[in-house]
């Protein structure tokens, strides 16, 4: 039975001496989402949303990250490279630790929380997390943090995944998720199902996408119909293939907004309303199968992206049920 939640809390929303004029990102777009929830479905929202108590802690984060990788997130001059905004090299590491990565690791947590609450409610959105580059033993592409990694093994920590039990990744984001691939790479319990513009960041990174069991590249520029097509024909025969060995227990939904079409950094043509039939194609895909499901939302670099998320969130609610 499915029972969709929610997780929010107000701490994930970044705000720094105007950070969101220096990245493409909506660093608020998190409470923008909720916000336009919250008028849609009133208290009934609330009932259904779940909030972390308190970030995650750097013993949590030592499941998955190197120690010397957390510790050269005090140095100024890389956390500057890894989130892509060169005026933080400028700024104490200190200052961007409390205004940028704290917002990142309380999204980290909601990630955590949404898996645990998931494995009993079948469907949970986390409004932030799907930090998809960034690796074990690094950080790029304003991604610190691999949440995605972190939930799973999470589950298996607290035996709600077994040793044996395996885990599907569905990345819909427009960059291919190469950090998940890097915490993953030698795990084949993790199966990873990766659609991407093939000529974007992270493109040099070979060795990701060698990590890849179904490998679904588009062109630059892939037109909505060519490439829900892509999703079509390629994602039920993946889930049928894997789902015969009867011991996949669970899914991660990377539902990166922004292959929507005008976004500076996706390349692809994807309309708003196939942004929400590609979202409502794998969740059912998922679902229907049985596989307890989070859903992070990853890229997206408009002011429509908020709206986007939403839409999913509300579709979700609509089918499945609030009350």
Same mark, same amino acid.
């Given at each position: 039975?499915?029972?969709?939640?929610?997780?929010?809390?107000?701490?994930?929303?970044?705000?720094?001496?105007?950070?969101?004029?220096?990245?493409?990102?909506?660093?608020?777009?998190?409470?923008?989402?909720?916000?336009?929830?919250?008028?849609?479905?009133?208290?009934?929202?609330?009932?259904?949303?779940?909030?972390?108590?308190?970030?995650?802690?750097?013993?949590?984060?030592?499941?998955? *990250?190197? !120690?010397?990788?957390?510790?050269?997130?005090?140095?100024?001059? %890389?956390?500057?490279? #890894? /989130?892509? &905004?060169?005026? =933080?090299?400028?700024?104490?590491?200190?200052?961007?630790?409390?205004?940028?990565?704290?917002?990142?690791?309380?999204?980290?947590?909601?990630?955590?929380?949404?898996?645990?609450?998931?494995?009993?409610?079948?469907?949970?959105?986390?409004?932030?997390?799907?930090? *998809?580059? !960034?690796?074990?033993?690094?950080?790029?592409?304003?991604?610190? %943090?691999?949440?995605? #990694? /972190?939930? &799973?093994?999470? =589950?298996?920590?607290?035996?709600?995944?077994?040793?044996?039990?395996?885990?599907?990744?569905?990345?819909?984001?427009?960059?291919?998720?190469?950090?998940?691939?890097?915490?993953?790479?030698?795990?084949?319990?993790?199966?990873?199902?990766?659609?991407?513009?093939?000529?974007?960041?992270?493109?040099?990174?070979?060795?990701?996408?060698?990590?890849?069991?179904?490998?679904?590249?588009?062109?630059?520029?892939?037109?909505?119909?060519?490439?829900?097509?892509?999703?079509?024909?390629?994602?039920?025969?993946?889930?049928?293939?894997?789902?015969?060995?009867?011991?996949?227990?669970?899914?991660?939904?990377?539902?990166?907004?922004?292959?929507?079409?005008?976004?500076?950094?996706?390349?692809?043509?994807?309309?708003?309303?196939?942004?929400?039939?590609?979202?409502?194609?794998?969740?059912?895909?998922?679902?229907?199968?049985?596989?307890?499901?989070?859903?992070?939302?990853?890229?997206?670099?408009?002011?429509?992206?908020?709206?986007?998320?939403?839409?999913?969130?509300?579709?979700?609610?609509?089918?499945?049920?609030?009350?």
């Amino acid at each position: 039975m499915v029972r969709p939640h929610l997780v929010y809390h107000r701490r994930y929303n970044i705000g720094f001496f105007g950070l969101e004029r220096w990245h493409p990102f909506d660093t608020r777009k998190y409470g923008r989402a909720y916000a336009e929830l919250r008028q849609r479905f009133g208290s009934r929202l609330r009932r259904r949303t779940l909030r972390p108590a308190r970030p995650i802690t750097r013993d949590a984060l030592l499941w998955v *990250h190197a !120690a010397s990788y957390l510790a050269r997130l005090n140095d100024r001059q %890389y956390l500057a490279g #890894a /989130l892509e &905004v060169p005026q =933080l090299q400028h700024v104490p590491a200190q200052l961007t630790d409390w205004f940028v990565l704290r917002p990142m690791r309380w999204a980290t947590a909601g990630t955590i929380l949404a898996a645990r609450t998931a494995m009993q409610h079948g469907l949970v959105i986390n409004l932030s997390g799907g930090y *998809h580059h !960034a690796g074990p033993d690094r950080g790029e592409g304003f991604c610190i %943090y691999s949440d995605i #990694a /972190l939930a &799973v093994h999470a =589950l298996r920590r607290d035996g709600l995944l077994g040793d044996a039990d395996r885990v599907v990744y569905v990345d819909c984001d427009a960059h291919q998720g190469n950090g998940v691939c890097h915490a993953f790479f030698n795990d084949p319990r993790v199966l990873i199902f990766d659609l991407y513009n093939r000529a974007i960041y992270p493109a040099h990174d070979a060795k990701a996408k060698r990590r890849i069991d179904c490998d679904v590249p588009v062109s630059p520029n892939c037109h909505e119909a060519d490439y829900l097509a892509a999703l079509r024909s390629k994602l039920p025969t993946f889930l049928d293939a894997i789902m015969r060995t009867g011991d996949v227990r669970f899914a991660i939904y990377n539902a990166g907004a922004d292959v929507l079409r005008g976004d500076p950094l996706g390349g692809l043509s994807v309309s708003g309303a196939g942004v929400l039939e590609r979202d409502q194609f794998v969740l059912r895909q998922l679902l229907d199968r049985a596989l307890p499901t989070i859903m992070l939302p990853s890229g997206g670099y408009t002011r429509q992206s908020f709206q986007l998320i939403s839409a999913t969130v509300s579709w979700a609610f609509e089918t499945w049920g609030i009350d």
